[in-house]
């Protein structure tokens, strides 16, 4: 594999000026579209193993990989054999399979906290719908969430943080209502002072406290020590129902996502990404008697047409039966530690701030002093030398999300090869800067 990379983006233009006719702003979801470092967004013809190959032919080592999910990286041989073999035999029922209980009883085995599992189809359905399970089962109304924590698009998740207090959400996008977020509660994350002041003051009325235990939607940020051990005991304590949002670190930061991680048992996990092996599939799951509440066992209601799709369970199964290989874990997140010391070494070697760090395989860096631990100090990254950093790793041919404020994964397939291309292209980025 060559490490020399043709630049061109003539085809990516000319697609990119079409899709702009039809889909608005060119894509389909909105960080796509490299608003946030401009140029023009590369269209993929393929990918395999750790490589992107583009529509004018560029190579990439991909540092994206579909935001999270392809952790064996991609067109997986197994995994391209389950959805083949599925697929001769229908794509879509509308019906009961044996697959969803196989994938039920794999995720039950390997995450901690999960007792009944339900199946939907995007991580936005599954935090909305363990939102909504938490109040049936409580009876309450306001959900506690944190700056900076994403966790979809529903419409109670799209409010602006207050600073540390108790805030009613305020609307932070068009189309969404106050009375929609009137119930939403913030503050900063890894601030426990601030959380239990809040949740103290709402305890009669506080059905769910939401977080992702290690953030990937602000760049990636690592709970303080202490900071999920406090939400814990802070939920168990006024009666609310603790949500992690494992939709990115689930299957990701350890076999049994971040819970296995750090030890700490949620009521109710968000799972996606991972866990469809790169196909549409999501899940909400967590303790019986809570789980119990979703219809038809109970009155909670949620529903969904694909939800259990036989595809996506064959691709999951197949996905999950592989990440159980002995030392699997270990050597990924050994391959992470690598890329995280090339960009510091890179960074050091042309006198660049920069703040990067793991959790597992999920990595990112900051171009600013550390320590970095919330929205508000993320924010001190610069973000128009990652613009020109972006575009430098990109000519020489390694691609990393279009965006400070989101963070980086790798695969089992990247090798010797792909992290001596990412450590000249890393050495290029930050000559480029400094």
């Not at 913030?186 to 601030?194: E, P, R, V």
């Not at 760090?357 to 030398?385: H, I």
């Amino acid at each position: 594999m060559s490490d020399v990379v043709d630049a061109r983006s003539d085809a990516s233009a000319t697609l990119f000026e079409a899709a702009r006719h039809v889909i608005p702003g060119g894509v389909n979801s909105p960080v796509r579209a490299f608003r946030s470092v401009g140029g023009t967004p590369r269209f993929i013809a393929e990918a395999s193993g750790a490589w992107l190959t583009d529509e004018d032919g560029n190579r990439y080592v991909d540092y994206v990989l579909s935001w999270g999910p392809m952790i064996l990286g991609h067109a997986n041989p197994a995994i391209v054999a389950a959805i083949s073999h599925q697929a001769a035999k229908g794509t879509s029922y509308g019906a009961p399979t044996a697959l969803e209980t196989t994938l039920a009883e794999m995720v039950i085995a390997m995450v901690p906290s999960v007792e009944m599992v339900r199946f939907v189809s995007s991580g936005t359905e599954a935090t909305m719908s363990a939102v909504r399970l938490a109040r049936a089962f409580t009876g309450r109304t306001k959900v506690l969430k944190f700056a900076g924590c994403y966790h979809g698009h529903a419409d109670a998740f799209l409010v602006q943080a207050g600073s540390g207090v108790a805030t009613l959400g305020l609307p932070d996008s068009p189309g969404v209502t106050p009375g929609t977020v009137a119930d939403t509660l913030t503050c900063a994350y890894n601030d426990l002072a601030a959380a239990t002041a809040i949740a103290e003051a709402h305890t009669d009325s506080l059905a769910a406290i939401i977080v992702e235990p290690v953030v990937g939607n602000m760049g990636l940020v690592q709970p303080l020590p202490g900071y999920l051990e406090g939400l814990r005991a802070l939920a168990t304590r006024t009666g609310a129902v603790l949500i992690f949002d494992e939709v990115m670190t689930g299957f990701r930061v350890a076999a049994g996502g971040a819970q296995a991680h750090y030890g700490i048992t949620p009521d109710l996990t968000c799972l996606g990404k991972v866990i469809g092996g790169g196909l549409p599939v999501a899940a909400y799951g967590g303790r019986r008697d809570i789980m119990a509440a979703v219809a038809p066992s109970g009155k909670m209601y949620q529903a969904g047409t694909l939800s259990g799709n036989p595809i996506a369970m064959a691709a999951g199964i197949a996905t999950l039966q592989q990440l159980q290989a002995p030392e699997f874990y270990a050597t990924l997140t050994a391959s992470a530690e690598r890329v995280v010391e090339i960009v510091r070494t890179a960074a050091a070697k042309h006198g660049v701030a920069v703040t990067a760090s793991n959790v597992g395989s999920m990595w990112g860096f900051f171009l600013c002093e550390g320590p970095v631990a919330d929205y508000e100090s993320a924010k001190r990254a610069d973000t128009q030398k990652y613009a020109t950093l972006f575009h430098t790793l990109l000519m020489h041919g390694v691609y990393i999300a279009p965006s400070q404020f989101e963070a980086a994964f790798i695969s089992s397939l990247h090798g010797e090869c792909e992290l001596s291309v990412t450590a000249a292209a890393f050495d290029a980025a930050f000559a480029a800067i400094s």
